[in-house]
């Protein structure tokens, strides 16, 4: 049995991996630390309520003392790092918050770590993980083989600057001080849960209330797409069998453009809606209860600052090591994405108001 400090498990990623990891070992005892910021939303962890299994705590991963205490009052052995600030429009309008969580509090955890594992020996065997991007790796073009954990770091955002100094740190922790870490780099996930800033559930959700589809630039960016819960899987194989001081890639093999999501989306709403009178009573402002094609509200915008224009992760190493693959393709994942948006309007619908981002 393991038991874990999950930060950040308020969030997109990180509640669908306490989910994942309690249906997988609902023996293990899983702490969740999240400051509840714009993106964390303790209504993804309402199912776990009562769980003796699951404990939810708010507060910051910059409270050192706080980490701390949890680490050792609970005989915490792992540490499974989401917490961080990730949306790359947001780190160009506001970049001092990303370096403050994605830096400074991936620093503060490592510190925690090292001072009740290492100093005080509170646990026989502990495993720190951190979960960072394939962003940190720059952009490819066209014909460009595919990141591997071998890639030099080029980051081109503050967003991804900021990530790649945590994976720095972590690696640090290991060579300098002993700390027994590992690394992930995954690619775009989508799913369950996701706040509706990111391209799918935005696009999804801006259907369904008849707003416009804003896309960048020409929308034929790429990016490799990974369905939440392999990432979770992938998580877990790297968190049980992974070597120490390892990073292992985390993709989805799915290399699909911007615009390509779009029209898909489009499509599939208007399909469903199109075969269920309750979805059409439910969403009276999407374009087809209308009539018309989702795809009318497409709407192309001037393109962001240093958009990358391809990312794709190359996930041998997992899969040779590890026995990691994705188990859902784009259209099974999307699928199964798509059904969760229709049906949870509750968990979204609170989130909308603020949000003014392109896909």
């Known amino acids: 049995m393991s038991r874990l400090l999950v930060t950040g498990g308020a969030g997109f990623i990180g509640a669908n991996f306490v989910h994942y990891w309690l249906r997988q070992y609902p023996e293990d005892y899983v702490v969740v630390v999240d400051a509840l910021t714009y993106a964390g939303n303790l209504a993804s962890l309402a199912s776990l309520a009562g769980n003796s299994r699951y404990t939810f705590v708010k507060g910051d991963i910059n409270d050192q003392s706080l980490i701390e205490k949890l680490l050792r009052e609970n005989s915490l052995d792992t540490i499974v790092n989401f917490a961080a600030e990730s949306h790359v429009d947001r780190s160009i309008s506001g970049p001092d918050v990303f370096i403050n969580t994605n830096i400074i509090g991936t620093h503060s955890l490592l510190k925690a770590a090292r001072q009740i594992w290492l100093d005080e020996k509170t646990v026989t065997q502990h495993r720190f993980h951190h979960v960072s991007t394939d962003e940190v790796y720059g952009a490819l073009g066209p014909s460009d083989p595919a990141f591997s954990e071998k890639h030099q770091y080029a980051p081109n955002s503050p967003y991804s600057a900021s990530k790649a100094a945590s994976d720095h740190l972590v690696r640090a922790y290991l060579h300098t001080f002993g700390l027994q870490v590992t690394t992930s780099n995954c690619s775009n996930n989508y799913g369950p849960y996701h706040f509706p800033e990111k391209l799918i ?122 026995g990691y693959e994705p188990h859902e393709t784009f259209e099974t994942g999307i699928s199964k994405t798509l059904d969760w948006f229709l049906n949870n309007p509750q968990w979204w619908e609170p989130l909308r108001a603020p949000l003014k981002l392109a896909a």
């Open 201 to 322: 559930p935005l696009i999804i959700t801006n259907i369904l209330n008849g707003d416009e589809l804003p896309v960048y630039g020409d929308g034929l960016q790429i990016r490799d797409w990974l369905y939440v819960d392999d990432h979770a899987r992938g998580i877990e194989k790297v968190i049980t069998h992974g070597k120490v001081g390892e990073t292992y890639n985390i993709g989805g093999n799915n290399e699909i453009t911007n615009i390509d999501i779009v029209n898909r989306l489009c499509a599939e709403v208007d399909k469903r809606l199109s075969a269920s009178e309750e979805l059409r009573a439910r969403y009276p402002f999407a374009p087809v209860v209308g009539g018309k094609d989702s795809r009318s509200l497409i709407r192309y915008v001037d393109d962001r600052r240093g958009h990358d224009r391809r990312y794709a992760i190359d996930p041998e190493k997992a899969n040779s090591e590890l």
